[in-house]
């Protein structure tokens, strides 16, 4: 299995940064090829934030292009994500999610990022 734990989240100012850490264990993280960030707000659905491949490759939403950055160190099996200038409208639960070819993905449990006006 894989299991995905979460830390970094809490309370920061807009305007400022946050940097969330999600590490990555278990027998079938070596053939992890896509890792995500994804975030749920109060009332709304669980919506995609950003993808890092194995090799590096990112893609982001249109609401965060430009402000957060993913990023993955493959040695650590951590991937993270680099939260600046933050909103608002960011705040929500956080979720890092692993994909394994031909098992399915993989969930952690959430942290909290809340961003004071």
């Known amino acids: 299995q894989v299991q995905l734990v979460e830390s970094g989240g809490g309370l920061v100012q807009a305007g400022g940064s946050l940097t969330l850490s999600c590490a990555a264990s278990?027998?079938?993280?070596?053939?992890?090829?896509?890792m995500a960030w994804y975030r749920q707000a109060p009332g709304k659905q669980r919506e995609l934030v950003a993808t890092?491949?194995?090799?590096?490759?990112?893609n982001y939403a249109d609401s965060v292009k430009g402000r957060f950055t993913i990023s993955r160190d493959n040695v650590k099996n951590t991937v993270y994500l680099q939260m600046n200038s933050p909103k608002p409208d960011d705040t929500a639960v956080y979720y890092c999610?692993?994909?394994?070819?031909?098992?399915?993905?993989?969930w952690g449990q959430g942290t909290q990022v809340t961003v004071s006006s």
């Open positions: 999610n692993a994909e394994v070819p031909g098992w399915g993905q993989y």
């Open positions: 278990g027998r079938r993280f070596t053939t992890t090829n896509i």
């Open positions: 890092i491949t194995r090799g590096g490759s990112t």
